[in-house]
T-cell receptor, first 117, second 114 residues
Framework: KAGVTQTPRYLIKTRGQQVTLSCSPI?????VSWYQQTPGQGLQFLFE???????NKGNFPGRFSGRQFSNSRSEMNVSTLELGDSALYLC????????????????FGPGTRLTVL | AQSVSQHNHHVILSEAASLELGCNYS??????LFWYVQYPGQHLQLLLKYFSGDPLVKGIKGFEAEFIKSKFSFNLRKPSVQWSDTAEYFC????????????FGGGTRLMVKP
């Protein structure tokens, strides 16, 4: 069974640009969550999507947005990039939304490393 | 707001030494608890988890953790570390009313000297 895949794996952008990252969940998983990992702030929750609807949102500015498609694939978009947006962006998938449980575990992808110059 | 604290940011051990990494969380309700590991150049992997029942949980690679509800703690232990345990370890909390959202601690970088 293939794991969570994220594309691209590496990305370099300049300040002011916008970027779109993609995540394909494990087959059959319908919930996708996004996290930002930086040396200073650690791992922080961005948002969670289930059935094409945002179910949960972390404390990030409106420049960070996401969406989910009918096949459960998800994209996140960051507009007007800032230097501080340089980070590893992780996607995680699980079977369904609602609390995690022994029947609903979360699996992480390898991440997209975004560098903003 | 809930938070997760990992007290040790960097730990250096020799092989065969025992390991204990501390994790405390601030949330009054029912929570699910996790430890994840991130080996150099690899993605986050689940080490072990606690949902309910026996507060002493065993995970992969000989790791275990104990949930002490009264102390809001979920410390990770391993009796004898190996060089291959060199990695960053993250404690995470998922409150019952927070969907699939995980709140992570700041991580502990473990280096095991051969």
């Amino acid at each position: 069974k293939a794991g969570v895949t994220q594309t691209p794996r590496y990305l370099i952008k300049t300040r002011g640009q916008q970027v779109t990252l993609s995540c394909s969940p494990i087959s059959g998983h319908r919930s996708v969550s996004w996290y930002q990992q930086t040396p200073g702030q650690g791992l922080q929750f961005l948002f969670e999507y289930f059935s094409e609807t945002q179910r949960n949102k972390g404390n990030f500015p409106g420049r960070f947005s996401g969406r989910q498609f009918s096949n459960s694939r998800s994209e996140m978009n960051v507009s007007t990039l800032e230097l501080g947006d340089s980070a590893l962006y992780l996607c995680a998938s699980s079977l369904f939304a609602g609390a995690l449980s022994p029947y609903n575990e979360q699996f992480f992808g390898p991440g997209t490393r975004l560098t903003v110059l | 707001a809930q938070s997760v604290s990992q007290h040790n940011h960097h730990v250096i051990l020799s092989e065969a030494a025992s390991l204990e990494l501390g994790c405390n969380y601030s949330y009054g309700g029912t929570v699910n608890l996790f430890w994840y590991v991130q080996y150099p150049g690899q993605h986050l992997q689940l080490l072990l988890k606690y949902f309910s029942g026996d507060p002493l949980v065993k995970g992969i690679k000989g790791f275990e953790a104990e949930f002490i509800k009264s102390k809001f703690s979920f410390n990770l232990r391993k009796p004898s570390v190996q060089w291959s345990d060199t990695a960053e370890y993250f404690c995470a909390v998922n409150p019952y009313n927070a969907g699939n959202m995980l709140t992570f601690g700041g991580g502990t970088r473990l280096m095991v000297k051969p």
